[in-house]
């Protein structure tokens, strides 16, 4: 069993950063490939970004790729999402999630991940 718990979520203007931050329970967080998500009102939720157990792989949605940056820290059992240049089309709840499988492969499918924090808002001024 994992528990993941995000933080660092807030109002921040149109082309600010924000850094958010998902704690994790338990030994098993360093073997997991991790991923964060996001769900906008009245939307479906969607992949942002996935990294390896090792950390040294990463996947990125389009919307992501090129401002925001996955990382993690397994000595913490942190995982990171640092979000720059940040937009309206940011505003969302977003999750960290834990793939359960030992999976190498990065799954940008959110019924692929078998654990989710409670969510942190971001909401994004213009």
């Known amino acids: 069993q994992v528990q993941l718990v995000e933080s660092g979520g807030g109002l921040v203007q149109a082309g600010g950063s924000l850094r958010l931050s998902c704690v994790a329970s338990?030994?098993?967080?360093?073997?997991?490939?991790m991923g964060w998500f996001r769900q906008a009102p009245g939307k479906e939720r969607e992949f942002v970004a996935g990294?390896?157990?090792?950390?040294?792989?990463?996947d990125y949605s389009d919307s992501a790729l090129g401002r925001f940056t996955i990382s993690r820290d397994n000595a913490k059992n942190t995982l990171y999402l640092e979000m720059n240049n940040l937009k309206s089309e940011d505003t969302a709840v977003y999750y960290c999630a834990a793939d359960a499988t030992f999976d190498i492969a990065i799954a940008n499918d959110r019924q692929d991940y078998d654990y989710w924090g409670q969510g942190t808002q971001v909401t994004v001024s213009s």
């Open positions: 990294i390896t157990w090792s950390g040294s792989g990463t």
């Open positions: 338990g030994r098993m967080f360093r073997r997991l490939t």
